[in-house]
Structures are given as C-alpha cells and as structure tokens.
C-alpha cells in the first residue's frame, strides 16, 4: 500500500482574497507550495480549493501561482458596494463536504477571519478535526485561532521558506544553540520573548500532568501544550523535532527530563519547579532600545490594537490631497468619498486595498477634520454629507497626531523614538521629519527627555525660559 489506510484525508479551503491581502500588508510575497506542504504533513490532501474574484487585485496577479499548485480557484465576482461572497460560499462548500459519506477527517480553513468561527465550531461538532491557517499571529482574530484545534501563521512559514534557516546546531558542551530565536549578547544566551513565552508554555503543560497524576511523556506533553496554545508547534522556534525544544528548554531551565528515548521517549520530571522569573506573563514587553525596534513595535501596536497597517506617507498624502479636492465643490458622503478614493488609487497608485482607504477615512474622521450635515464628527453615519473642517496641511498634521495618541493610548507607557516616529509616519528620518515627529509628541504631551519632568514640559510649552523654569522648581520643591 502506497499510503497507509489510517492517513487522515484532508480538505482545505482558502479565502484567497484575505490572505493575499493581510500577507501584502507584511510585505511578504505568497507562495503557496510552502504552505501546502506543511497541511501536508497532517495527511493527504483530497481537496484544495481558494474561493475569491479572480478578475480583481489582488487575486489577478496570483492566478498563476495557484494554477501551478494545482488549486481549484472558485469564482466570486465581487458586487458593486465591494463586498464579496467568498466567505459563504466557502462555508457552505465545507458544511456541504462534511455531511457526506466518507467524508475527509481534517479541514483546513485558511484565513485569519474571526467570521470563520463558528463555522470552526460546527465542523468540530460533526466530528472533524480543524486546522487554520492564518496569514500572520498579529492580524489574525485570537477567536479564530483559539477556536481550531491546530492553528498556524503563513508568514512563518514563507519567511523559512525564504531564509531558509531556524536549525537547532549542537554545541560542542552537548548543549543546543537556539539558532532561530537566541542572540549571543556577551557570551551569554538571550532567549527572545517569542521562545520564553514557548518554554513558559511547556512548563504549564508539564505541570498539568502532575496535577492529573499522569506521566508527563513527551506524547501527552505535546497533546497539552497544543490544548493550551493551538499555534503551537516546534517549528514556530527554529527547531526540527520536539526533542530539539525539549532539550533547549531544560538548558535554560524551564523542565527537567527523566528519561531520553528507547520505547518511553521523552518523560519530564512532573515536580519540577520553574523559577517564577523565567515564567513570562501574557504582558507584551515592546522594545524602544533601538530605532528600528521601536518602529516594529508601532507597527506591531497598531496592527494589535487598531487592526491598522499605514499606508506609505506619499500615498497617504495623495489620498488625503484627492480627498480634498474631490470634496472642494459640494459635500460628499463618507461611502461616496470612500469610492472615490478606490478608484483613484486603482488609477493612479500601486495597489492599496480598499479597508485600507476605509481605515484612512476613519482617521481623518477621528481627527476631527471633516464637519457633517448630521453633527456628528466620527465615522459612525456613513451616510452623512462632510466636508473639510480644516486645510489640507492641518489635516495631513491631525492624522498623523491621531496615530501617535492611538498607539499612546493602547500602551499607556509606551517610549517614543523621534527617529523611529519620523521613519513610522514619514518612511525617513530626515531634519524635517525629525522636527515634526518631535512637535507631534511634543502635542502628546509625551517627553523624549527621560530626566524632563511634566512640569517642566507644561512650563516650555507655555514659553518660560529655562531660569525661570529653575526658579520655579526650585519654589515648588521649597
């Protein structure tokens, strides 16, 4: 037998549009084989297909890439208003799939669409075992991914694919090196978040075991680890095998191992006690230590929080410059000026996506730069007339404002960087942009000065000179 009769049969649907999209936003390019041969280590692939308007960016552009995979691509014209009917038409192809005889025992839904989930939830019921594949941890819906019994992230995937790297080398001590996710800072290992939080993951698996009164064998461990974190799974960290983590993170003392192979395997010593240092907590720490650290954690705040990508800053200023001008005759609604601005992008611009050009509007909304025949200033009635409340330059400066106050407002303690905020909102740090970036924070309220206090932030704002900044902290100390 070429295959053995217990291999599970799998069926994987894709919403191509969604994947394409989200994976362009990380500036990763999409190669499906990658990812198609990482589904196919769960079973046997019995049917692929990706759902999406193949007449329309981005899907156009990738026709090719899914014909070479030997993926069935469905038709779904996209209507007028921009909406399409990829996202039933998927879910009813798979409930339809899984009430008949012999049906496959895994699907594969690849998207990180929350709206997935309770098409997850149904498919379990009928007894399938569900895999999702999102395109990246930080836009995928947590729902989604909690919902599926396995859960993992395309750009991971495609960035091994591209690199070529994350391998476990053993160390001349016998010890491993963790090649993928460890950096060598003064001769000692720095294990990265990422990993902590794997290990921290392993630990609590271990533990439960314990508690259970079960042998804590690497099997049952891994069946844990993947009940508590779906995305889990040793790959993720550059490792080749559960043994290669394993051994890892007993060097850096999150487990201790009994025993090492024969017919036992792996068995952790189930009472082993982790230092409560090592443990990492659900908090995200962001880095600010350098300028191209802080800039990832900006974006990583606002895609988090804000479920927001920015668009370049010369796009931005286009868009925004059309936007103006377009509303320069005669009020428009907020869905008119949304159109219009789609279809000057198509036209004139590199693809941008329409939730993109949505989210924009929104902000200059937020920002307060448009006044409304309903007196409502926010994005709330789509179907009120505006118009600018403000000149165009004052409202390039208030979005960029809104952006900066909605990463302060998510992370309260966040540090701002003037050069990695230049490079955020203006893609350089010029002498010009360094400028603005420092006026915008200065706006926030926010110090780039860790020795300056608020009030001596309050008195320069309010023009004093630096002596009687001095005398009155001195007054007040008094």
């Known amino acids: ?162 690199a070529n790297d994350g391998i476990v080398v053993a160390a001349p001590t016998g010890q491993a090196i963790l090649a993928a996710d460890a950096l060598k800072v003064s001769g000692e290992t720095k294990i990265s978040r990422k990993l902590r939080k794997a290990f921290t993951l392993l630990a609590k698996a271990i533990a439960s075991c314990g508690r259970d009164g079960l042998p804590a064998s690497d099997s049952l461990v891994q069946v844990r680890m993947r009940q508590l974190d779906s995305t889990f799974y040793p790959g993720r960290y550059g490792f080749a095998t559960f043994h290669d983590f394993a051994a890892s993170a007993e060097a850096a003392g999150y487990a201790k191992i009994f025993h090492r192979g024969g017919v036992e395997g792996l068995v952790f010593d189930a009472t082993f006690q982790v230092d409560p240092e090592l443990v990492l907590e659900d908090l995200v720490d962001y880095d600010y230590s350098t300028v191209e650290a802080a800039v990832d954690s900006y974006k990583d705040i606002l895609r988090t929080y804000k479920k927001l990508e920015l668009l370049p800053w010369a796009d931005r200023k286009r868009l925004v410059a059309h936007a103006w001008e377009y509303l320069a005759d005669s009020p428009k609604t907020y869905d008119d000026l949304v159109a219009e601005l789609s279809l000057y992008a198509a036209a004139n611009m590199s693809w941008v996506n329409d939730k993109a050009i949505e989210l924009l509007v929104r902000t200059l909304s937020i920002a307060r730069c448009f006044v409304s025949d309903d007196g409502c200033p926010h994005f709330f009635n789509t179907k009120c007339h505006v118009k600018p409340a403000v000149t165009l330059d004052e409202a390039l400066h208030l979005m960029n404002f809104t952006y900066l106050n909605g990463i302060k407002l998510a992370v309260p303690n966040v540090e701002f960087v003037v050069d990695a905020v230049a490079i955020l909102l203006f893609d350089e740090a010029t002498e010009e942009t360094r400028q603005e970036a420092q006026k915008l924070i200065a706006e926030l309220g926010v110090s780039t000065q860790p020795e300056e206090t608020a009030l001596s932030m309050a008195l320069k704002k309010a023009g004093f000179a630096e002596e009687e900044q001095e005398e009155t902290s001195a007054e007040a100390d008094a």
């Open 1 to 162: 037998m070429l295959l053995d009769e217990r291999t599970p049969s799998i069926a994987v649907f894709i919403d191509a549009e969604n994947l394409l999209t989200e994976l362009w936003k990380t500036g990763i390019r999409l190669r499906m084989k990658p990812i198609i041969d990482r589904i196919r280590e769960e079973g046997r692939i019995a049917s692929i297909r990706a759902y999406g308007d193949w007449s329309r960016q981005p899907l156009i552009g990738f026709v090719q890439e899914f014909r070479t995979n030997v993926i069935e691509m469905v038709e779904l014209s996209t209507s007028a208003e921009g909406k399409n009917t990829a996202d039933i038409q998927l879910a009813l192809d798979a409930l339809e799939m899984a009430m008949q005889p012999a049906s496959p025992s895994v699907f594969v839904i690849v998207s990180g669409d929350r709206d997935f989930v309770p098409l997850v939830q149904k498919l379990k019921r009928y007894g399938k075992l569900v895999m999702g594949v999102g395109h990246c941890e930080t836009s995928t819906s947590k729902l989604l991914a909690d919902a599926c019994d396995v859960f993992i992230f395309a750009d991971e995937i495609l960035e091994r694919a591209y």
